[in-house]
Structure formats: structure tokens, C-alpha cells
């Protein structure tokens, strides 16, 4: 009788089977973060689009004297312009907008207020997610 079988024995069969195992599951936990990153991604692009929207809403703005009033501004104090909280579609709840305004160098002499510092951020999430725009402004 001739000893030459031909096949796979079962020891070969199950350690292959165990290894395309470990390569399916690593695929599955990889298409899980790329999703994850996916989404914080597009909340961030969105709390970014908001941010800067309630910057530029001020600062393009042809007459700052409608929303701030250098006669009534203490120097170092911020005047807040948005401060609310509450929803925002495609973002974590709770979701800050925030915008306020600064006159760096004061309000009196030559400078009378200008330029303006405008600052906006959203918060969302737990509160540990924070994006900031800031621009400088002079009428």
C-alpha cells in the first residue's frame, strides 16, 4: 500500500480557519473606527461652519454701533453678543454657541475702540469638544 494521501489534514484546515478568523475581525474593528472617525469628522466640520458663521455674521457687519457701544465698554470686559444653548442638527447635545466682542486697546484716544476683537466658539458634546474662530475687525 502506498502511503502518499493526498488532502489536508484537520490540523491544517482549523489553523487556517483560525486565521482568516483574525483577519475578518481585524477588518470589522477597522471599518468601526474609520465609521467613528467618519462622524467626528463631519461634527466637527459642522460646529467649525457654525463658529465661524456667528463670527462673520458681526464682523461683516457695516455698523458695529448696532451691537457695540464703546461709550458703555469697560476696557478688559467682554461684551457678549450669543450666548445660548440647546440643539444643533448633527451635533452631541448639549451644544453652546457663544460669541463675544473686546476693544483691545480701550475705547479712548486715538484708537476710539478700533480694532474690535471678535471671538466665537461651539462647545458640544460633554463639553470637551470646542471649536474657536477669531478675527480682528477695525470700521
Not at 123 to 138: E, L
Request: hydrophobic share 40%; aromatic share 10%; with cysteine.
Amino acid at each position: 500500500m502506498s502511503n502518499n494521501q493526498q488532502g489536508f489534514t484537520l490540523i491544517e484546515i482549523l489553523t487556517t480557519i483560525v486565521v482568516a478568523l483574525i483577519f475578518l475581525l481585524s477588518a470589522f474593528q477597522l471599518t468601526g473606527s474609520i465609521q467613528q472617525l467618519a462622524i467626528t469628522g463631519n461634527q466637527t466640520n459642522v460646529a467649525d461652519l457654525l463658529a465661524y458663521s456667528n463670527m462673520r455674521q458681526y464682523a461683516n457687519s457695516q455698523s458695529p454701533n448696532e451691537w457695540f457701544n464703546c461709550d458703555a465698554y469697560v476696557p478688559g470686559t467682554p461684551v457678549v453678543l450669543i450666548n445660548k444653548s440647546g440643539s444643533s442638527p448633527n451635533l452631541p447635545n448639549p451644544v453652546v454657541q457663544h460669541v463675544e466682542v473686546t476693544a483691545p486697546y480701550g475705547c479712548s484716544g486715538a484708537s476710539a475702540g478700533l480694532p474690535l476683537r471678535i471671538e466665537s466658539y461651539v462647545q458640544y458634546g460633554t463639553g470637551t469638544k470646542r471649536i474657536t474662530h477669531a478675527t480682528y475687525v477695525s470700521f
